[in-house]
């Protein structure tokens, strides 16, 4: 992960040098009278009160975990602000950062850690978490049969389809296990090289003896017989940072009112989800989910709904980047600890919760 940033570094890097360019042979050299300069000031400024603002925000994957975002889109929350939102799915942390530091998104949503290891891996124009939106993990351990005594020491000895390392899902997973006395590396075989979305279909077709599963992969093979939840790493971890909303320092400095409409929007969407019902909700975020049923999808909001999955006022607090650092310190994936105030700025969810 950390050479394909390296890489995304350099790309973000040339395309500055080429759009400056660009942009420099591009200007007139005829100047305007002060007259005509005046009017066309203030034409321009009131057309920006009225133009829709354009926004790409990549998405590290597209999951039932993330409603208040989609009740935000669905519930037109986002061009109630003035924002024509662009939703990418990045399919991974990696990727969604590449995606913002070349300046393909202007910005990221996915697990914080990966701001963390840009910064330390030396980025001139790092990227800063703005808003938290999960507090807690989003995935579940699935057994091969029903489990209703399990207990986190049923794992020793045993194959468990894991996630990518680095990544929030492993290192959380980790977390627990060493908080229940548990050594990742000794005491079971943690498969950590199958496709984040392909262990469901692994674990159906034979493979481990438990999964970590995301929504609505958990359900789904409860559905079909061939798994069954026997644990949340929600519940289990506590409350955690898993993902926050992030974009590159230059971007938060040089659109500060941008970034304070995307919140507005956000604290509205999360508004919604934690005054209405799971069925009002799964109603809502249909659409984005027209795979999954509604019977399902009801299902899957209702057990978020019900462990506390989000973050009320979307403020990233210093505890929570504290219990970050420690996990990847634990993880072996943290070579330096960046200060808070460097990594976090959470001004716009101040005034968005408000």
Same mark, same amino acid.
């Given at each position: 992960?950390?050479?394909?940033? /390296?890489?995304?570094?350099? $790309? ?39 133009? =829709?603002?354009?926004?790409? #925000? ?8 993330? %409603? ?11 061009? !109630?602000?003035?924002?024509? &939102?662009?939703l990418v799915t990045g399919f991974g942390a990696d990727k969604t950062m590449t995606a913002? /530091?070349?300046?393909? %998104? ?33 995935? @579940? $351990? ?18 468990? &389809? ?10 959380? +997973? ?7 006395? *548990?050594? =990742?590396? %000794?005491?079971?075989s943690i498969d950590q090289s199958i496709d984040f979305g392909s262990t469901a279909a ?13 929504? =609505? ?15 949340? #790493?929600? *519940?289990?971890?506590?409350?955690? =940072?898993?993902?926050? +909303? ?5 971007? &938060? !400095? ?19 989800? #934690? ?24 299902? *899957? ?12 006022? /979307? ?5 929570? @980047? ?5 996990? &990847?310190?634990?993880?072996? !994936? ?21």
């Open positions: 992960m950390k050479k394909n940033l /390296l890489h995304a570094i350099s $790309l973000a890097l040339c395309l500055t040098v080429l759009f400056t360019t660009v942009c420099g042979c591009s200007q007139k050299s005829k100047t305007p009278s002060k007259e005509t300069s005046s009017q066309a000031s203030d034409t321009v400024d009131e057309d920006s009160k009225n133009t =829709p603002v354009d926004i790409t #925000l990549n998405e590290v994957a597209h999951s039932i975990f993330y %409603a208040p975002m989609y009740v935000a889109i669905e519930q037109g929350y986002f061009e !109630e602000e003035g924002i024509n &939102l662009t913002v /530091l070349s300046g393909e %998104a202007d910005i990221g949503f996915m697990g914080p850690e990966t701001t963390v290891y840009t910064y330390n891996e030396g980025s001139a124009d790092y990227v800063v978490n703005f808003a938290q939106l999960t507090q807690r993990a989003g995935n @579940f $351990l699935v057994a091969r049969e029903e489990m209703p005594d399990f207990s986190w020491s049923d794992l020793c000895g045993k194959e468990v &389809l894991g996630g990518r390392k680095g990544g929030m899902p492993e290192m959380v +997973f980790e977390y627990i296990l060493r908080q229940n006395k *548990i050594d =990742p590396a %000794a005491d079971l692994a674990f159906s077709g034979g493979k481990g003896d438990f999964s970590v599963e995301f929504e =609505p992969g958990a359900t789904a093979l409860e559905t079909e017989g061939a798994g069954y939840v026997v644990a949340s #790493l929600g *519940i289990d971890s506590g409350y955690v =940072p898993y993902t926050a +909303f992030s974009a590159k320092s230059s971007y &938060l !400095e040089k659109n500060p009112d941008v970034i304070q409409k995307f919140t507005n929007a956000l604290q509205k969407g999360m508004d919604y989800t #934690l005054s209405h019902s799971p069925e009002e909700i799964a109603e809502v975020i249909a659409p984005q989910f027209k795979e999954t049923d509604m019977e399902t999808l009801t299902s *899957i909001v209702a057990r978020y709904h019900q462990q506390d999955t989000w973050k009320e006022n /979307l403020i990233f607090e210093e505890s929570s @980047f504290t219990l970050l650092l420690d996990i &990847l310190s634990e993880s072996g !994936e943290l070579t330096k600890r960046p200060e808070w105030e460097k990594l976090v700025d959470t001004s716009f969810a101040e005034k968005a919760a408000k």
